[in-house]
């Protein structure tokens, strides 16, 4: 008797690795489907964040802007008076305190005089000073973004004089006012947060 070696046909083995094969594209594909919403989650994110940052750094320069202009209106720039402890001063004294944003650290025996007027040091420079700019500190002035619901943060320091032309001769009619403007503007985020400074003098 013949020997004969016979292969049946099993359909359960077909349909069961068909299931398998079918798991494994899902499978691929939900990894890929996955991968592309972390990649446009990342994407958003640093997408405001940018956004943000760009924000906050329009706000900060804008409040260095606008107080220049309004020191220049408000005649900041020629009032000696306003310069330390002086009576007529009031609340816009220029102190080593920083009192309602406006900072002086040095000599202010007589501040009117180039020649006599010294800047001094703070114990912690003012822009470094984290009591200086926490909230209800009473030592900065705040200025809201229009447009926004940004409010920035400010202050403003007394530098003594500068010349107007290095130049020219040492005295009282080449020396203006020097000072100094700091400003912080956070986000709305709360983390997104820029400093920045700039000098100015008085136009006379």
Known sequence: MNNLCRHFYNPSRQRGAL?????????????????????????????SNSRVQQQVFEAAEYTLSWVENNMAATGYYKDPLQIGNQAGCGSTCFTSTCTNGYCFAGNSANVSSFAS??????????????TLWATGSGRYKTLAIPGTNLTTKYIIEYRCFTAKDPAGIASASNYAHMYRITTLATGEDGRSRVMLRS???SPN
């Open 19 to 47: 299931m398998v094969a079918t798991l494994l594209i899902l499978l691929v594909i939900s990894l890929l489907g996955m991968a592309s919403v972390d990649s446009t989650g990342l994407e958003m994110k640093m997408s």
């Open 117 to 130: 007027c010294a800047i001094g040091s703070f114990a912690t420079d003012p822009s470094a000073d984290a």
């Open 199 to 201: 000098a100015v003098r």
